[in-house]
């Protein structure tokens, strides 16, 4: 199955800032829609929690306002998640999500709502 190609993780300290990247290659930058992004994350003995999403416009999980954001590149089908002052809290194995047709607003935060899956990227904070 094709998947999403995610880049960027890795150590950060505390109070530090990492990037992730995400690209999406089975989409067509020529295409009549707009590719949403979404982050979820994972935490040992922990269930997926929804990070931040992108249809243009960003949302965000309460946690992460004020420290998260995406930026995107509509040519490329890539996106970035900018994670600043890192919490130890934000550990864990970080997840890109895309689809197409999905109305982000009320349901951004639904992960089996979304297309296609990258392999998973970890993030570790060290204090």
């Known amino acids: 199955q094709v998947k999403l190609v995610e880049t960027g993780g890795g150590s950060v300290q505390a109070g530090g800032s990492l990037t992730l990247s995400c690209e999406a290659p089975?989409?067509?930058?020529?295409?009549?829609?707009?590719?949403?992004f979404a982050w979820f994350r994972q935490a040992p003995g922990k269930e997926r929690e929804a990070v931040a999403a992108?249809?243009?416009?960003?949302f965000l999980a309460d946690s992460m306002k004020g420290r998260f954001g995406i930026s995107r590149d509509y040519a490329k089908i890539t996106a970035w998640l900018h994670m600043n002052i890192v919490k130890p809290e934000d550990a864990g194995v970080y997840y890109c999500?895309?689809?197409?047709?999905?109305?982000?607003?009320?349901?951004?935060?639904?992960?089996?709502?979304?297309?296609?899956w990258g392999q998973g990227t970890q993030v570790t904070v060290s204090t």
């Open positions: 089975m989409y067509s930058p020529h295409g009549d829609y707009i590719v949403k």
């Open positions: 992108s249809d243009g416009y960003t």
């Open positions: 999500a895309t689809a197409k047709n999905l109305e982000l607003r009320d349901q951004w935060s639904q992960w089996d709502l979304y297309d296609y």
